[in-house]
């Protein structure tokens, strides 16, 4: 369980190896917009201030969270494509559709980067409520995507460096 009031979200820059020259997919669901552009947000200015270029950041959107995997997967096919980050927010409803959507992102995303060789990393918010996908993309626990996008530059320099 998160800290009350803890932004999760904070990193030591000095850590992170220096993006500049990875290129960087996102795919980012249109659906539920408000929650998933300020993940998109996040996570691009993550990537830039790490040193990622913004001419190889390449952002598409998917209808939702269920179709990121096979969207994952066509920009992984793109040779040019180190790694993608798959954003995305799924809210509880009151039937079982959210547990079939989150388990099928999830695997999904993380077929796609053991098929490709290449990080796919999983960035899809799957919340009780609304307040709680607020909280997490750009709120008080900070911002997901921005966890995302500095996951996604560690696996890219690991994998160039082993």
């Known amino acids: 369980m998160a800290t009350v009031n803890k932004n999760l979200s904070h990193y030591d820059k000095d850590s992170i190896p220096n993006g500049a020259d990875f290129k960087i997919g996102i795919v980012v669901s249109e659906w539920n917009d408000n929650i998933t552009l300020n993940l998109l947000k996040g996570a ?75 990080p796919a990393i999983f960035c899809v918010l799957t919340d009780n409520n609304l307040q709680q996908a607020i909280d997490r993309s750009g709120g008080i626990h900070g911002n997901k995507g921005i966890e995302a996008a500095i996951a996604c530059i560690k696996m890219v320099h690991l994998k160039k460096s082993i």
């Open 44 to 118: 691009e200015e993550a990537l830039l201030e790490n040193g990622v270029k913004k001419e190889n950041i390449h952002v598409h959107f998917a209808p939702g969270s269920f179709e990121l995997p096979l969207a994952s997967q066509w920009l992984l096919e793109k040779e040019d494509i180190d790694g993608v980050v798959a954003i995305g927010s799924v809210i509880q409803g009151e039937t079982k559709h959210f547990d079939f959507v989150c388990d099928a992102t999830a695997q999904g995303v993380k077929d796609v980067g053991l098929k490709y060789n290449k």
